[in-house]
């Protein structure tokens, strides 16, 4: 019997130092775990603290799709402001030509530098007129179309946008007419006719800023839209100044 006790002994004294060796590993073990959560607890406090500046930054990665419609909404406002820009230059360089006291422009000439400036509006050039019946062959006509029912923008017909457009596309009509019967009459003088250019320019102006108006830019984009076509923008009073030196 003592020798069986010995032996019980002696399996218990070899147990115990790998009961403290497992227990040890527990420790260390529960010491790691700690350690990693409390690094994991600073890091996410140190995420919290720097989501506010980092939130603009991650937001445009996590949106290309919207940055690119962005940049194709902005390429289409360029795209129908041009033409407008160009009306108005071509108008405004008509008028110094005819406040030229050596300009000869016949009737004939006269009609076609008008017909350009007002982009087909009055009267379309000769190889569009054929088509003037069966289509739109104004230029302005066709960029109020494009901005309200596509595909640079759309509006609902009823809308405010869509309403203002063809309001202010009308108002440029009538104002070409008028230039026209202005610049045909041998009776109108030089206050007719400088008030019917500022009624063109003047109109034009409204109609971009129309035009501008449907594709529901905030005012950043709209104030970037502008400066790229600045000609279509620019302050009438400029026009009736470098036309007065």
């Known amino acids: 019997m003592r020798a069986t006790a010995a032996r019980s002994r002696a399996r218990v004294d070899r147990g115990a130092p790998a009961r403290r060796s497992r227990r040890r590993g527990v420790v260390a073990r529960a010491d790691r775990t700690t350690t990693t959560t409390s690094t994991t607890r600073r890091d996410a406090l140190r995420a919290l603290a720097l989501a506010p500046a980092l939130a603009p930054a991650l937001a445009a990665r996590a949106n290309p799709l919207e940055a690119v419609a962005d940049a194709r909404k902005a390429a289409n406002a360029r795209f129908l402001l041009g033409p407008i820009a160009l009306a108005r230059g071509r108008l405004a360089a008509l008028r110094r030509e005819l406040d030229d006291d050596a300009a000869?422009?016949?009737?004939?000439?006269?009609?076609?530098?008008?017909?350009?400036?007002?982009?087909?509006?009055?009267?379309?050039?000769?190889?569009?007129?054929?088509y003037s019946n069966a289509r739109e062959v104004c230029t302005l006509a066709i960029l109020a179309r494009s901005a309200t029912s596509g595909p640079a923008a759309r509006r609902d017909a009823a809308s405010r946008e869509s309403v203002d457009v063809f309001r202010t596309l009308d108002a440029c009509r009538a104002s070409f007419e008028a230039l026209e019967r202005v610049l045909a009459s041998s009776a109108a003088g030089e206050r007719e006719r400088d008030a019917a250019f500022d009624a063109c320019d003047a109109a034009l102006l409204e109609f971009a800023l129309r035009v501008l108006a449907c594709f529901g830019f905030d005012d950043a984009r709209a104030r970037d839209a502008m400066a790229a076509v600045p000609g279509a923008f620019a302050d009438p009073s400029a026009s009736r100044r470098s036309n007065a030196s």
């Open 104 to 130: 000869t422009l016949d009737d004939a000439a006269l009609r076609e530098r008008l017909t350009s400036a007002t982009l087909d509006c009055t009267n379309p050039r000769d190889s569009l007129e054929m």
